[in-house]
């Protein structure tokens, strides 16, 4: 009975979720932390590859279970 309950028992979730955005202008990609329950990042960020500042958008998760048992924040 004690094995069922270790075998089913529920990961915790975690808050944060690590995220690519990407420059819609050049491709230049980045990776930030957001929390999970929110919608997709769209951020003005300077773009390194064409020096100027530019819209980037959420491509993908990147990292799932980020700083489960750690609250940092960068």
Known sequence: MLLTRVLFAKKAKAKDVLVMLESIVSGHRVNLIRPRLDDKLEI????PWIR????????????KNFFTHFDLKF
């Open 44 to 47: 003005i960020r300077f773009d």
């Open 52 to 63: 100027t500042m530019c819209i980037y958008k959420e491509k993908k998760k990147v990292r």
